[in-house]
């Protein structure tokens, strides 16, 4: 791959956006994204959101990437999509490879909950648990998950077994083999478990993980984690029931949202409740 190549920006109607893009690629484009202009972008829309979604913007930001200066590419964009434009373009902005790659990790830290040390490879010290984030998945930074991590310090015991629910790079199940926990995984995306998987191998740790639904995990667990929307939660309530043996330890859930959580797997009872500005972690028991 070249050093550097060239990101050119595109403002076009909504209606033309296909075509638009097409010619992009066309033009050896490696990558086109389509975005929204500043301050356009519509409220994201959350799981429990109802009703019609807002209405997107008239027009749309196309951002593609050209190895070397984009020159060709940006002539001909210019002669062929002239008639579409309400603003000037396309405009070209150099990209140095290693611009993107550290802009990139520098969103990423070192995490320490209590004895445990969670890094990206390029911040580890001797000891840490490594989970390669990828571009997908984080690794442990999030306050759902440092309040997870915390649960299965608290709720570890050698030889005892341990369910991530919605395992993302693996974080959890690993370090709950790294406590000496039997360690199992599951996700509904294929490349999370492979991801869990490549962080299993980078520690030397021993975890399952598959994409098996919830419904048709089998047996208990002496400890389960899941760190999901509270309308998931409130979806899979009976199988979180069903599969606890010992502790649940919950996160993901936005406060308002915590009490249907809670009503959903009753009889089980709470017996932690943490609080991170809007984000609840619950701790329940059968």
């Known amino acids: 791959m070249a050093d550097s190549w060239t990101e050119l920006r595109l403002v076009v109607p909504r209606g033309q956006t296909d075509a638009a893009s097409g010619l992009m690629w066309e033009l050896g484009a490696i990558g086109v994204q389509e975005d929204y202009l500043p301050g356009e972008a519509p409220p994201a829309r959350q799981p429990w959101d109802t009703g019609a ?26 002669e062929r999509v002239a ?51 990828g571009m997908a998945f984080g690794t442990g930074e999030h306050p759902t998950t ?15 077994t341990c369910l991530d629910v919605g395992c993302g790079t693996g974080v959890l199940a690993l370090a709950a083999a790294r406590l000496g926990m039997a360690a199992t995984g599951i996700d509904i995306d294929p490349e999370a ?34 760190n999901v929307y509270a309308e998931v939660l409130v979806g899979m309530a009976p199988d979180l029931r069903r599969l606890t043996g010992g502790r649940l330890v919950l996160a993901g859930i936005l406060a ?5 959580v809670v009503a959903a797997l009753a009889p089980m ?15 329940l028991a059968p």
Do not use: M, Y
């Not at 009872?269 to 701790?283: A, H, I, K, S, T």
């Open 269 to 283: 009872r709470v017996v932690l409740r943490q609080q991170d500005e809007d984000w609840v972690c619950l701790e």
């Open 83 to 133: 008639d579409w434009l309400r603003v000037e373009g396309p405009t070209a902005h150099p990209v140095q490879a290693d611009d993107w790659a550290e802009s990139w990790k520098q969103g990423l830290t070192r995490v320490v909950v209590g004895e445990l040390a969670v890094a990206p490879p390029w911040l580890a010290e001797p000891g840490d648990l490594i989970i390669e984030p």
């Open 193 to 226: 478990t492979r991801a869990s998987r490549d962080n299993a191998r980078e520690n030397g740790l021993s975890a399952d993980f598959s994409v098996t639904p919830v419904a048709e995990v089998a047996g208990s667990f002496d400890l389960v984690v899941a």
């Open 146 to 160: 440092r309040r997870c991590l915390e649960g299965v310090q608290r709720n570890a015991q050698a030889g005892a």
């Open 53 to 78: 979604p807002s209405p997107q913007p008239p027009d749309v930001l196309l951002r593609g990437w050209w190895e070397g200066d984009g020159q060709r590419a940006q002539r001909t964009l210019t």
């Open 256 to 260: 308002d949202r915590a009490p249907a």
